[in-house]
């Protein structure tokens, strides 16, 4: 799987947008960009994943470059419990299972 | 209700004791994993099953087997623990054929004195 590269952590005022970037300049064709979350001693969580095209669901939107080399996660009103560390990451969706391959990811902090 | 759930959450014991954590996931998938995160917040994959076939096996030592009786469960069986096997582990599943997304659980904080 690709490696990825992200900000160790970012700050992000309530209320406001948060735009998380990771770059993956090795990322393959056949190769998904998926993000997690960890909050504070809980499970990782899933929030959303995306192979070219922009996505969005309730939590998130994520944005793909053209060329794939990277992307950007946007909380678009972060809150208080949005403080975690983010962590994106890429893998190919073959095979009966997907190694997911975390790094160090984005500790996300959002203030008053 | 819970869709994966382990237990037990928090476990200390001694060293060279064996113990198990145990993992149910009630979301129909066919795949389960254990991930093992350290004191220095890796998270690395251990091992996956697939429909009760090993699939994955990292290099982990032998004295971690991991059961599946079902494809619902995986339990986490480790002989002759010791000091570094100290970690938080996280059981997940995923689905094949549903984008392979991969559901973790809360963890089990293993810690070993």
């Known amino acids: 799987d690709a490696k990825t590269t992200q900000p160790p952590s970012m700050d992000c005022a309530e209320g406001r947008a948060a735009n998380l970037p990771c770059n993956h300049s090795?990322?393959?064709?056949?190769?998904?960009v998926y993000w997690y979350r960890q909050i504070h001693s809980q499970g990782p969580q899933y929030i959303i994943h995306?192979?070219?095209n922009n996505e969005t669901n309730e939590m998130a939107s994520l944005i793909i470059t053209e060329d794939r080399k990277s992307s950007t996660l946007i909380l678009p009103h972060a809150t208080l419990r949005d403080t975690a560390v983010y962590y994106c990451?890429?893998?190919?969706?073959?095979?009966?299972?997907?190694?997911?391959?975390f790094g160090t990811g984005t500790r996300l902090q959002v203030t008053l | 209700d819970t869709a994966v759930s382990q237990t037990p959450k928090y476990l200390v014991t001694q060293m060279g004791n064996d113990k198990s954590i145990k993992c149910e996931q009630n979301?129909?998938?066919?795949?389960m994993y254990w991930y093992k995160q350290d004191s220095k917040k890796f998270l690395k994959i251990m091992f996956s099953?697939?429909?009760?076939?090993?699939?994955i096996n990292e290099t982990v030592p032998n004295r971690f087997s991991p059961k599946s009786p079902d494809k619902a469960h995986l339990n986490l069986h480790i002989n002759s623990l010791e000091l570094g096997d100290s970690a938080v582990y996280f059981c997940?599943?995923?689905?094949?054929?549903?984008?392979?997304?991969?559901?973790f659980g809360e963890g089990s904080w293993l810690t070993v004195v």
């Open positions: 995306g192979l070219k």
């Open positions: 090795t990322i393959s064709g056949n190769e998904y």
């Open positions: 099953y697939n429909n009760k076939e090993l699939i």
């Open positions: 990451i890429v893998r190919a969706n073959t095979g009966t299972a997907s190694k997911l391959t």
């Open positions: 979301l129909g998938h066919d795949t």
């Open positions: 997940a599943s995923s689905q094949v054929f549903s984008g392979n997304t991969i559901y």
